[in-house]
């Protein structure tokens, strides 16, 4: 519970809106996203991003867009998102579940 609040509270001051993200914007913006990242939730060396929670995939987005985690090509795509298309990205890939 503690860990969900701070989140919440990183997202607020990031500016990330505390609503859900539009899934259609998402899908939407996710083209770039799935270039690298399987859709069907297959991990070949680039980790998986589909079915995740939609605070986690937010936190995570922001630490690349903050440059606290050092991968270079996610801080410069995290770093072209706004909040609202951060929030869309991770209501887009929270629907999505692994196949199998």
């Known amino acids: 519970?503690?860990?969900l609040c701070i989140v919440w509270?990183?997202?607020?001051?990031?500016?990330?809106p505390a609503r859900a993200?539009?899934?259609?914007?998402?899908?939407?913006?996710s083209s770039q996203c799935v270039t690298?990242?399987?859709t069907t939730g297959a991990d070949q060396g680039i980790p998986p991003i589909v079915g995740?929670?939609?605070?986690?995939?937010?936190?995570?987005?922001?630490s690349y867009k903050s440059k606290e985690r050092t991968h270079p090509v996610m801080q410069?795509?995290?770093?072209?998102l706004?909040?609202?298309?951060?929030a869309a990205l991770a209501a887009f890939f929270a629907t999505l579940r692994p196949q199998e």
């Open 9 to 16: 509270a990183v997202l607020l001051l990031a500016g990330m």
């Open 52 to 62: 995740w929670d939609e605070e986690a995939f937010a936190a995570v987005m922001l």
């Open 36 to 38: 690298c990242h399987q």
């Open 76 to 80: 410069m795509i995290a770093g072209g």
């Open 1 to 3: 519970m503690t860990r």
């Open 21 to 29: 993200g539009d899934v259609a914007y998402g899908e939407y913006l």
């Open 82 to 86: 706004d909040s609202e298309q951060i």
